[in-house]
């Protein structure tokens, strides 16, 4: 029986073989560094946010300070009526939102604005195509109909903390006022 080929005669030999080493080590310590650096600089640029978006109605996304919401339209959470119709500004904190039962015209567009003033958190009107992720210190809007009278559940879809699975709202549908 032959005996099996010895390393150094495939070409192999211990110094060949120590500079592949040294060249695969190398590249997977630039790539852990690429990753580092590239979650770092994701977290500081925000842009996570955008790059999520979409599969959904969202018509805009702005910015705030969670620690200056009396500044802003959040600071009285609900339906109001503007010059541009209704819009409804909702505030998610762990592990409420605010406020917790909005009643909504049926067929009447509706802007709804969620912010979160401390972590992430998520949310899906059941029903609908309507599911996005609220972000500390960033607004997600949306314009929406509701159709039929009735309750729309609002729910936190993204896990929050010990208080999660009790986060939800809801929309009272109200037949359209004339
Ligand atoms: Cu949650």
Redo the contacts with the bound molecule.
């Keep these: 029986m032959a005996p099996p080929p010895s390393p150094a005669a495939s070409g192999l030999d211990h110094r060949t073989l120590e500079t592949w080493e040294t060249i695969w080590g190398g590249l997977s310590l630039v790539l852990v560094w690429l990753l580092f650096v590239g979650v770092i600089a994701s977290m500081i640029s925000g842009t996570f946010p955008q790059l999520s978006g979409g599969g959904h109605a969202a018509v805009g996304r702005g910015r705030i300070d969670p620690a200056q919401l009396e500044v802003t339209p959040f600071a009285r959470p609900g339906l109001v009526r503007t010059a541009q119709g209704l819009e409804l500004y909702i505030v998610a904190r762990s ?1 409420t939102f605010t406020p917790a039962v909005v009643h909504v015209p049926a067929d009447t567009p509706i802007t709804v604005h969620v912010t979160s003033v401390d972590v992430v ?2 949310f899906q009107v059941t029903g609908t195509t309507i599911n996005d992720e609220i972000l500390p210190g960033h607004v997600a809007s949306f314009t929406v109909t509701f159709r039929h009278p009735g309750a729309q559940d609002v729910i ?6 010990a208080g ?1 699975h009790t ?1 939800m709202t809801r929309f009272i549908v109200d037949p359209k006022e004339n």
């Excluded at 936190?156 to 903390?161: A, I, K, P, V």
């Design positions: 592990f958190h998520g936190c879809n993204e896990y929050c903390g999660h986060m």
